[in-house]
């Protein structure tokens, strides 16, 4: 069974700092995605990050990047200089492109102190 | 880029009524989509996936009687929350791949928070 693990149910960072957010996932897959997806008090759901599993170049978008350990199947995200607009619900996923199966983690709460 | 529209972004209904939720990809057709429900501070839990002329399919445990999908064309698909109660009363979010963009990432709609009374 896929699964996705997001051991840190919320975790704080003062502006300006850099914080990393931990996700776990278990699959027998050889091709998947890997997402990050930021969901603030709108309830908007906003991609932040993608990874393919056959690229070995961790992904990178301006202040965020991943680290992506295929073996250890671990997928983090950094956000370095946070903002107090990165404060949000933070779920990462996990896809099968063929089969139309799309899993979340379970959230990390980030608190953004000023 | 693809978006997505749901609506309506709220809705309250009386108990043992029914709802209406209609989810459109504005500029992309979209053969399959997704509904997802969330409950406070918790994740999105995959409901069904729509498919474009054809039965929908169901996750474990989620009634297909009682949510009724329905993907008659390549922009729309709607949910529908027959004979709703209050434990009904949640955050429901659609979304949906732009399968004519390469790799394009999973869009989701603003959501529509049902409360049932």
């Known amino acids: 069974a896929q699964t996705v693990t997001q051991s840190q149910p919320e975790m704080s960072v003062q502006e300006a700092e850099t914080v990393t957010l931990s996700c776990t996932y278990d699959?027998?897959?050889?091709?998947?995605?890997l997402f990050w997806y930021k969901q603030p008090p709108s309830r908007q759901m906003i991609l932040v990050i993608r990874?393919?599993?056959?690229?070995?170049q961790n992904a990178t978008e301006n202040r965020f990047s991943v680290n992506f350990q295929k073996a250890a199947k671990s997928f983090s995200l950094k956000i370095s200089d946070s903002q107090l607009g990165d404060a949000a619900m933070y779920f990462c996923?996990?896809?099968?492109?063929?089969?139309?199966?799309?899993?979340f983690g379970s959230g990390t709460k980030l608190n953004v102190k000023p | 880029g693809a978006v997505v529209s749901q609506h309506p972004s709220r809705v309250i209904c009386k108990s043992g009524t029914s709802v209406k939720i209609e989810c459109r990809s504005l500029?992309?057709?979209?053969?399959?989509m997704f509904w997802y429900r969330q409950f406070p501070k918790q994740s999105l839990m995959l409901m069904a996936t729509?498919?474009?002329?054809?039965?929908?399919?169901?996750e474990q445990g989620v009634e297909k009687d009682k949510f009724l999908i329905n993907h008659a064309s390549l922009t729309l698909s709607t949910l529908t929350v027959t004979s709703a109660h209050p434990e009904d009363s949640s955050f429901y979010i659609c979304?949906?791949?732009?399968?004519?963009?390469?790799?394009?990432?999973?869009?989701f709609g603003n959501g529509t928070r049902l409360t049932v009374t």
């Open positions: 979304s949906a791949h732009d399968r004519g963009s390469y790799n394009s990432p999973l869009h």
């Open positions: 699959t027998s897959e050889s091709d998947y995605y």
């Open positions: 990874q393919e599993a056959y690229k070995q």
């Open positions: 996923a996990y896809e099968i492109p063929n089969f139309n199966k799309f899993y």
């Open positions: 500029d992309f057709q979209a053969t399959t």
């Open positions: 729509s498919n474009e002329g054809s039965k929908a399919t169901y």
